[in-house]
């Protein structure tokens, strides 16, 4: 419970020094903890308040598509190993980075944007989307690490963790093959990215960027091991 309070806590104040000074073997079973509960609140509640607003049967899911055109083990590390990797990189270590980095970073999410984007709209579209997107993100960046006092700091610091959580969950809808005409049912759609946006923030920012990196690829590792072994109907 003690653990669950301190989630809820740092949700309505988002801060960077969380910092865990317990034991790795301690902070594993927290990490453990986590995951499961995250898992089953997306299982037990956001999936049933997707399926009751969204007819999922009819919106086609790209990963699935995605897992029949590649190898099984292809789909495995892509989802389980490089997917965890590459997008902890992009959205977790910002939240504390080495500023020598900074310009690859900026590099790597520049081209995710303009990528999901392409893959929804027109290029010019794509354009304007992704720039609308980077620019801000590249703000709270450099906002972050700015030589700001410590109460100035910790002012900005909850907006740029919830706009970098919902930036995660959003670029996800690349997914799923959502008619344009219902973009405003986005936000539903990828409820359960939003969730775990937040939450392997939060074990980023306590326990270190492998924690999160290893909670995302258990989270990822269930659904795709479904996809690769469910059985064809």
Sequence with gaps: MELFKEILSFLKNPRRDIRSEKPASENLKDIFLIFICTFITVIGLVAP??????????IPNKLQDLSENISQ??????????????????????????KGVLILILAFLSALLFYLASKMFSENHAIILGLSLFLPYTILLLINESPLSELGLKKLFPFVFYITAALFGFAHVSNYALDPSLWYMTPILVMPQLLLGLMLGFVRLKYGLW???LMHAMNNFIPFMAMVFAPEI
């Design 73 to 98: 083990l292809q789909f495995f590390l892509l989802g389980v190993v490089v997917a965890p990797l590459a997008e902890e990189f992009i959205f977790r270590f910002p939240l504390k980075y080495r």
């Design 49 to 58: 308040i997707m399926f009751s607003v969204l007819d999922m049967e009819n």
């Design 211 to 213: 924690a999160s990196i």
